[in-house]
């Protein structure tokens, strides 16, 4: 297992649509296993494989809190397949947005259907701070951010904050 250097705002590949998982090989299974290590290690409750560089519809997460324990799941090409009219706030940040935290509302539950490693097909319904997280993960595998549930002017700005940090960066 490897930590996995992050994508940042505002590097392109963020906007990329991540295109389905085809064939579950080792390489899946070593990169899901990367993507654990590295998303722990943040810590982030959730992690896009786009974040990491790689654009395939494969998402981690952990939605225990605290003392829990650990709930890791791994989802692949997963999708939302109803979404509750009950929506929720949450404040929601992101690994490739550091250090910024704004309120998102989003449906307060959520099905969802994905792939396990093993190639099973899975249904889930997830509520609380599963729901946001998987909504929010799924948008970056559409090339979304959750900065563009907000207004243009806050958007604007984040965005503005993480330019100026690239150049100071030399864009590294
Ligand atoms: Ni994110």
Redesign the pocket.
């Known amino acids: 297992m490897s930590l996995l250097p992050l994508v940042i705002l505002p590097d392109p590949l963020l906007r990329e649509i991540s295109k389905p998982v085809a064939d579950l090989d080792g390489r899946v299974k070593a990169l899901i296993e990367d993507m654990f290590e590295t998303m722990y290690e943040a810590p982030g409750v959730?992690?896009?494989a786009v974040?990491v560089g790689v654009t395939q519809r494969i998402v981690t997460m952990d939605a225990t809190r605290g003392d829990d324990d650990k709930e890791p799941l791994a989802l692949i090409n997963p999708e939302i397949i109803w979404s509750s009219d009950q929506l929720s706030d949450y404040e929601e940040?992101?690994?490739?947005?550091p250090d910024y935290h704004e309120v998102v509302t989003r449906p307060a539950k959520v099905g969802v259907r994905f792939l396990t490693l093993a190639g099973k097909i899975e249904e889930r319904e997830m509520e609380g701070l599963a729901a946001t997280v998987i909504q929010?993960?799924i948008d970056?595998l559409n090339g979304k951010?959750?900065i563009d549930h907000l207004s243009k002017l806050k958007r604007d700005r984040v965005l503005k904050k993480f330019q100026k940090i690239a150049r100071h960066q030399g864009g590294a």
């Open positions: 959730g992690l896009a974040q940040g992101c690994l490739s947005i929010h993960e970056h951010l959750f």
